[in-house]
């Protein structure tokens, strides 16, 4: 026998069977880092980089002399020491399977039932999956029949439950880990110098001058190349790191910092351990002399005049005679408040970007942005190139919900800034610490409302003022009382007036996230109308069933963008909700589980949404190469919305109409391929949920443009063989020389640029304190679906992220305005455990519609606001243990005495407690001895 190698102190370990043997590590050093940085598994993500999200779990398995037998566990790599797994096996999703060796079955399984969506949780996923499954084939149970496996449905759900999904909405990771037979069939699924490392130094004070940055260390840390600052933008370029139509922000406070989390600085070294520890070693000198005091509230905004200017165009109209409106009204509520938090976008891979410095003075930037162009702009406007100077290329992103537009742009361009001063490649990948700091995220609000309403429940006025926290930069901020008030109209409120005042703050500046200022506008709507039910004393959903737009009445508040009657589904679906759902049912069911029950209440709600859209101005190519394979190109981006998978679809749609052998193949053929802005020009940004159809529709104008070209070779072909190939079609069209790329710039026509979309959701069964959503049941107008699997996991996605906006995602600043909720462990998205447990969703689809791109509507942002619904049902079984809570205090407990209340968004597990009443043990118990 061949003697063992001697290892000596070495560390030794296996990664996916590769032998490592390492005689030197650094002891801080993660498995992670390995991972990532010296081998070719780079599957592990870092998601969190504190073990909250499982992006980075992998399987270690190690012999047990003692046992004789080999321990299989998960592990966070992010927080697993290399040198503690000295003697271990590591397994990564790559060595479960991958597209050349074949893929392991929980990867088909969970690609086949559409649960991975952005991608980047899905590694994780698989591997904590595998990790379970391989635990479960130990275990004594009796063996399954062949194709089956030993893992139960609660112990695949186990083991997934502490990874974390922006994306999918966990329904269908559960349905694709919930089942014990393994094979799938063939789903048509959603396709997928030495650099240098940097880090931002940022500010942690709201308001001050800055003297100067000094590290604690005499010159630099270890490691370090350079700092970058404003003093480093090249003769003739700018200060500038982000701007949309408005205002620019600048990419580096110059010496005055106006928020807690503006960058000040770039650490840029050879590894990204050292540039953080670097910038953790900042040392900055701040002066607030002759300063005031920093404006951290909206009110304090207003007072001061700090306020950014709305353009005449973004405006929204006002809608009929207030006063007379209020004149008409049986009763008034005046001067009600209510306010609104704001929410972190927690896109599973954090802002990144790569930039290369290339010949000729060039710069390439790989960006994970949701608007290449816009970031290509400003790159060459920071470094002051000439435009074809700099390319900016875009794969995929990570999940972006709006958080990869504008906030994308200050990382590529200071990566791009860097790589020009060194003439190296420079990445930034943001730790999730300093991306919660400077994201921004949804704007807070505060609302003060007056209403006038008969004694029916009609509502005849409604006058609104609106103070929105936009931070210190204006950003899309300007936008947001249009959107507000677009979704906030989906009742006839008789007459509408309002006066929106956009503040700036010294906040971090907020963004676009998903339905920005549409989940607001939704949200006050439903507030309103609970206020005028409560003073009414009739049922909520009786109130909004008055108030519900007639086809006249949306023409008013909605002009220019309502189609024909029939278009108007909002009333049908309204109605179809009560039967699917079986709402007068569940409704006596839940009055005798009140009744029934002292500590436990539930509470149902039934809301409508109408969601403006905007088609937008897409560019598309397509080219068929000369074995007959397709090659595309869109402005779009994928995010893990399947844009690329209706892309694909389009293309195979539209091509097949020429009628030859094998065209029922062609989808196989297509790719889409890396948006590049030097390639396809003027791709705009990917968001406002239209971005897909938008895309198929340039594509689709592409491949008409080839079918024209290659129908008249086809049938000269035909007559003369009989059958034509596709790949002999298109090998005789280039030996003909027709030209086969097509480039199309999808232009909307002005009117179908915007249209209307439905939806309706139910909520049965929420318990208080700690609220469980026991089942919700959406009907969602779709139009006519490009991919029903698609977009239904978009509307899953939104509703849960929505189901975090209003009941969980609290994001809290200290005194300076600098976030304090930042990572995994104070910061909680909705998890598997507190998605609906029962999840219904219809997809309606409404029929053809010529002036949509094959009849579709959009799905990606429209249901978020569904999720309202949450918060409504909560506030009933709120209202019930109030009306208990009276009953125990010697008082009937007639919904007459219950005094209105409103519920904070998020309405967290405290804030439903408090209001449900902290002492009612104690106010029972006097009751049961008042009694006796």
């Known amino acids: 026998m061949a003697a063992e190698r001697e290892t000596g102190n070495n560390l030794v370990f296996a990664v996916n069977g590769e032998r490592f043997e390492l005689s030197s590590v650094e002891p801080s050093t993660t498995l992670l880092e390995f991972l990532r940085s010296q081998t070719r598994f780079k599957s592990v993500k870092l998601g969190c980089g504190e073990g909250g999200c499982g992006a980075c779990v992998v399987l270690l398995s190690k012999y047990d002399p003692v046992l004789d037998l080999v321990e299989d566990f998960t592990a966070s790599s992010c927080l697993t020491l290399l040198c503690s797994i000295n003697g271990c096996s590591v397994t990564t999703t790559e060595g479960l399977g991958n597209s050349k060796d074949g893929f392991h079955p929980i990867h088909q399984r969970l690609a086949g039932f559409h649960a991975s969506q952005c991608g980047f949780c899905t590694p994780g996923m698989c591997v904590s999956l595998y990790g379970a499954l391989v635990n479960a084939e130990k275990t004594n149970r009796p063996e399954p029949s062949p194709g089956f496996s030993k893992l139960t449905v609660s112990e695949a759900e186990k083991a997934i439950s502490g990874n974390l999904c922006r994306c999918t909405g966990y329904r269908p990771i ?16 959603k396709s997928g110098a030495a650099i240098q490392a940097s880090a931002f130094i940022y500010s942690t004070k709201p308001l001050a001058w800055v003297n100067g940055i000094k590290f604690e260390t005499n010159p630099y840390p270890d490691g370090v190349a350079a700092v970058i600052t404003f003093e480093d933008i090249p003769e003739g370029g700018e200060n500038i790191g982000s701007q949309l139509m408005f205002d620019a922000e600048p990419l580096f406070a110059e010496k005055l910092t106006e928020c807690a989390g503006q960058t000040l600085a770039l650490v840029v070294a050879d590894t990204q351990r050292h540039a953080d520890t670097a910038r953790d070693l900042a040392v900055v000198d701040y002066n607030m002399e002759n300063l005031e005091p920093p404006i951290l509230s909206v009110e304090e905004a207003v007072r001061r005049s700090s306020l950014f200017e709305v353009p005449p165009i973004l405006n929204p109209k006002q809608v009929g005679d207030i006063s007379k409106g209020m004149a008409e009204a049986d009763q008034r509520i005046l001067s009600a408040e209510i306010k609104l938090g704001s929410q972190y976008y927690f896109y599973m891979e954090t802002q990144t970007a790569l930039a290369i410095p290339d010949e000729d003075n060039c710069m390439v930037v790989y960006s994970s942005s949701q608007m290449p162009e816009l970031t290509h702009n400003v790159i060459a406007r920071c470094l002051g190139l000439p435009e074809h100077n700099v390319r900016v290329i875009t794969r995929r992103v990570g999940g972006g919900f709006g958080g ?16 020009h001063k060194l003439r190296r490649p420079v990445r930034m990948y943001l730790d999730r610490k300093t991306d919660m700091i400077m994201a921004g995220g949804r704007h807070p609000m505060k609302i003060t409302y007056s209403v006038g309403f008969k004694s029916s429940g009609k509502i005849t006025a409604l006058q609104l003022d609106i103070l929105i926290n936009a931070g ?18 989906k009742y006839d409120w008789g007459a509408l007036s309002f006066d929106i005042k956009v503040c700036k703050t010294n906040h971090s500046s907020k963004s676009a996230m998903r339905a920005p200022g549409e989940v607001q506008g939704s949200f006050i709507a439903e507030a309103v109308i609970e206020h005028v039910a409560s003073t009414l004393s009739m049922e909520v959903d009786s109130v909004r069933s008055i108030n519900l737009h007639t086809y006249n009445s949306i023409n008013i508040f909605y002009e220019g963008s309502v189609d024909e009657p029939l278009e108007y589904t909002l009333p049908s679906i309204w109605e179809m909700l009560v039967t699917s759902s079986g709402l007068p049912y569940r409704a006596e069911l839940l009055k005798e589980f009140n009744r029934d029950n002292k500590w436990r209440k539930r509470g149902i709600s039934r809301v409508p949404i109408v969601f403006e859209v905007a088609m937008r101005t897409t560019p598309g190519k397509v080219s068929i190469l000369h074995d007959g394979s397709i090659v595309v190109e869109v402005g779009g981006i994928e995010l893990g919305q399947g844009l690329w998978t209706k892309v694909k679809q389009m293309v195979a749609f539209v091509l097949s109409s020429i009628k030859c052998d094998g065209v029922g193949d062609l989808l196989d053929k297509v790719r889409v391929i890396q948006a590049d802005t030097l390639s396809l020009i003027q791709g705009g940004y990917t968001g406002g949920s239209t971005t897909s159809e938008s895309s198929c529709e340039a594509v689709r ?8 070209r290659l129908e008249p070779l086809r049938e000269m ?4 063989m009989g059958s034509v190939k596709w790949e ?13 790329s097509a480039s199309s710039y999808f232009v909307p026509d002005v009117t179908s640029m915007h249209y209307l979309n439905y939806g309706v959701a139910v909520e049965v069964d929420l318990l208080t304190g700690e609220t469980t959503v026991l089942q919700t049941d959406i009907i969602y107008d779709c139009g006519q679906s490009l991919n029903p699997a698609v977009d239904l996991g978009q509307i899953e996605g939104a509703f849960v992220q929505g189901l975090g906006f209003f009941m969980l995602e609290e994001y809290q600043t200290n005194s300076n305005g600098l976030v304090i909720g930042e990572g995994t462990w104070t910061y909680k998205i909705p998890t598997l455990d507190t998605i609906p447990k029962q999840f219904n969703v219809e997809v309606l689809n409404s029929g053809h519609h010529q002036k949509r791109v094959l009849s579709s509507k959009a799905s990606g942002e429209p249901p978020l606001l569904l999720a309202v619904s949450i918060h409504c049902a909560t506030r009933a079984a709120i209202k019930e243990a109030r009306k208990q809570l009276l009953s125990w205090s010697n008082q009937d407990g007639s919904t007459t005495d219950l005094t209105p209340f409103q519920l904070e968004v998020p309405a967290t597990m405290p804030v439903v407690k408090d209001l449900c009443g902290l002492e009612s043990v104690e106010r029972y118990l006097e009751w049961i001895v008042g009694t006796k």
């Open 701 to 708: 104008i592409c491949c008409n443009v080839l079918v024209e």
């Open 717 to 720: 072909l035909q007559r003369q």
């Open 728 to 740: 002999m079609l298109i090998d005789q069209a280039h030996l003909q020389s027709v030209n086969l």
């Open 472 to 489: 210190w930069s204006a950003d899309i901020s300007p936008m947001m009382p249009h959107t507000i008030m677009s979704a906030l109209k």
């Open 174 to 189: 559960v349905i694709g880990s919930s089942t014990e037979y393994h094979p799938v069939g063939e789903p048509i699924t």
């Open 404 to 419: 990869k537009a504008l906030k994308a742009m200050p990382v590529a361009t200071a990566c791009a800034l860097a790589a």
